[in-house]
């Protein structure tokens, strides 16, 4: 089984617990006007790995992961590539390491399915909490993103929501409340994270020719942030 990797990064610490050996798998049927990384979108790039490939690169980190770290899986979207993934994971596992999927959730079939059985964390993107937001914004639904976490809950996987603050988009209470509703009606959520929303990769959309939609949105102050983590925390 092979997969397309765009890119690696051997000792990751935002992608998951502890210390972890981050890949970006290529490709995304998604189109997030805040998106970060508008080079994973097309699904003939990247450079292409066979699952035992990947995770022999990953085993030579592995005394940097300590109890906590192991691998996570990212993107683009990596449920695209479920198959490649549930294999590399299930390699992993055998290996007695951690696994953690990095996810919008926007996907559902036999294959997910799969490579969920193989998953042990799951970081999930709920980039918004209405189905307009979705729509506009992302290109993609809430519904999907709900029935992909209802999967999770009955599998009982560990699972992490995090959504990206964009000032005039999500920056409200009403956003913030939504998701403490989605924590509580789930037991396996055992945490929210809030990432304020950051323009670095301008220089990205410019190299590829592109416009970046959110070019003139402002990004969330310290206090704005604050102020969110603070509500949430209730």
């Known amino acids: 089984m092979t997969g397309r990797v765009h890119s690696i990064q051997s000792l990751g610490t935002l992608d998951g617990p502890g210390v972890r050996f981050v890949t970006f798998l290529q490709g995304c049927h998604l189109r997030c006007k805040c998106c970060h990384n508008p080079d994973t979108w097309a699904y003939e790039g990247g450079t292409e790995y066979s699952a035992r490939a990947l995770f022999d690169k990953a085993i030579r980190y592995r005394e940097y992961f300590g109890k906590d770290g192991g691998v996570t899986l990212s993107g683009g979207e990596p449920l695209l590539q479920a198959d490649f993934a549930r294999e590399f994971f299930a390699l992993c596992r055998e290996a007695g390491v951690n696994t953690c999927l990095d996810t919008s959730g926007a996907l559902l079939n036999e294959g997910v399915l799969a490579l969920l059985d193989a998953c042990d964390r ?17 290109g993609g639904s809430l519904s999907s993103v709900l029935d992909f976490l209802r999967i999770l809950d009955e599998k009982g996987i560990p699972t992490t929501l995090r959504s990206v603050i964009i000032p005039t988009l999500n920056d409200t209470e009403a956003h913030i409340r939504a998701l403490r509703a989605l924590r509580d009606a789930h037991a396996c959520v055992d945490g929210v994270e809030l990432l304020p929303f950051r323009k670095l990769c ?21 206090e704005q942030m604050h102020a969110l983590e603070a509500l949430l925390a209730e």
């Open 122 to 138: 799951v970081l999930l993107d709920v980039k918004y909490t209405t189905d307009g937001g979705y729509r506009e914004n992302v």
């Open 202 to 222: 301008q220089t990205k959309y410019d190299a590829m020719g592109i416009d970046f939609p959110l070019a003139a949105t402002p990004e969330p102050t310290r």
